[in-house]
């Protein structure tokens, strides 16, 4: 069974540029979430879906961020445009039956901004 | 204060030594506890979760909870190269599905051959 798929995996831009971050869940799993992890941090959630709905946004910077999930499998996350400070590791992640504890991680995205 | 406190290390023990990791937290409704492991340029990976007080073992690894301490640990037995990684511990409230996890902010360890 694949795992959290997510692309790119590393992305640099440059300031006030937009950028996108896509992740494919776990097949089934109807709960997806998005975290902010800066180094040497714990991952911070963004954003957590339950299939299309967002049901916690509230950390996520509505100003600059945005957050879809149409089909109510794979999600993207936006930024624009970009500031220096969002210059961090961007996770997505996944959960199904077992519960929020049983969460399964993507690799990440690692932005840049210059 | 932040909710969950952990020591960022790092920490360096020899191949075979028993490793204790640990965290506290100031939250008295968190019931859910978890450790994840992370190793570089990788997401997390969830090693056990344990609900309310009380030890849970799997393998090599065990983790404990203190609630009347706010206290949680991970002990690592026999403790291999390929444990070197970031761990970190995270927990939730019980009282909704919806209540979100809290992330320590992860003890780099280092196990020496």
């Known amino acids: 069974e694949a795992g959290v798929v997510q692309s790119p995996r590393y992305k640099i831009i440059e300031k006030k540029q937009p950028v996108a971050f896509w992740c494919n869940p776990i097949?089934?799993?109807?709960?997806l979430y998005w975290y902010l992890q800066n180094l040497g941090q714990g991952p911070e959630l963004l954003i957590r879906y339950e299939n299309e709905e967002a049901v916690d946004d509230s950390q996520l910077p509505k100003d600059r961020f945005s957050a879809e999930r149409l089909k109510g499998v794979d999600s993207t996350l936006k930024i624009q445009p970009a500031e220096l400070g969002d210059s961090a590791v961007y996770l997505c992640a996944s959960s199904g039956r077992e519960g929020p504890e049983t969460q399964y991680f993507g690799p990440g995205t690692r932005l840049l901004v210059l | 204060q932040k909710e969950v406190e952990q020591d960022p290390g790092p920490l360096s023990v020899p191949e075979g030594a028993i490793v204790s990791l640990n965290c506290t937290y100031s939250?008295?409704?968190?019931?859910?506890f978890m450790w994840y492991r992370q190793y570089s340029r990788k997401g997390p990976e969830l090693l056990m979760y344990t609900y309310s007080s009380g030890n849970k073992e799997d393998g090599r690894f065990t983790a404990q909870v203190d609630k009347s301490s706010k206290y949680i640990s991970l002990f690592i037995r026999d403790s291999q190269p390929s444990d070197s990684a970031t761990y970190l511990c995270?927990?939730?409230?019980?009282?909704?599905?919806?209540?979100?996890?809290?992330f320590g902010s992860g003890t780099r360890l280092s196990i020496r051959p």
């Open positions: 097949s089934g799993h109807n709960t």
């Open positions: 939250n008295s409704a968190f019931q859910y």
């Open positions: 995270a927990m939730r409230a019980a009282y909704s599905s919806a209540s979100k996890i809290i």
